[in-house]
């Protein structure tokens, strides 16, 4: 095997991955190979990136030592049953396939003790702002899974843990910009209804949510004592923060993570 990574699925995801790693310089772009069945979309990576692109994942499975599996999940079955004879225990094989357990690869390639990591991305991914969770088989070293961690890490931040928790962490993060947007949306409607133009509403909202996080980060503080700063006696933010707390704002989130979570772990049955 010579040192290059393969992608099966040239998608978003896949996208920004290989943009994350050729910025990080994990990999050269003569080093990464895609496998991708839209002509158009082989043209656009090969242009913009300058990887090299092929319309089936054998070239692939041949010259790669890791192959990042970046496809849906509903033809992850049939990928992997065509595959079969070109995949080996030298393998490093990463799925970025929601919901799909290490079990369900295992049993797609019996006997053969593949090494398999089970990634849990989102979609800020997209922006080099992830927040990814992986867990590997026994057949994983920890070599292998630091590399792993640190491809995710070239689009966001990654952490490692046991596979028992990706549920959770699908419930978090997986589901979790969907919350933040629709929070940001509640916002910009919000200064709508108090009169603000949308323009101005959507880019103080925002800027709002951003700056929010990045005192967060840097100030290391815990979100209680940064919202008791914003907080005066008798003020508008504790107007505001009683309606919150009276509708049950946190538990209302708290009730939706754990809604996705518990659906995670239902589709992961399926």
Known sequence: MTIQIGFIGGGQMGEALIRGIIQSGLYASENILVAEPDSARRVYLTETYQVQAFDSGAAIWKSCSTVILAVKPQVMGSLLTAAQELISAEHLIISIAAGLPISFFEGHLPGRQCKIIRVMPNTPALVLEGASALSGNTHVTPEEMSLAKSLFDAVGVAVILEEQYLDAVTGLSGSGPAYVFTFIEGMIDAGIKTGLARGVAETLAIQTVLGSVKLMQESNKHPAVLRAMVTSPGGTTIAAQ?????????????????????????????
């Open 242 to 270: 009683h309606v919150m707390e009276k509708a049950g704002f946190k538990g209302i989130i708290m009730d939706a993570i754990e809604a996705a979570t518990t659906r995670s772990i239902e589709l992961g049955r399926k």
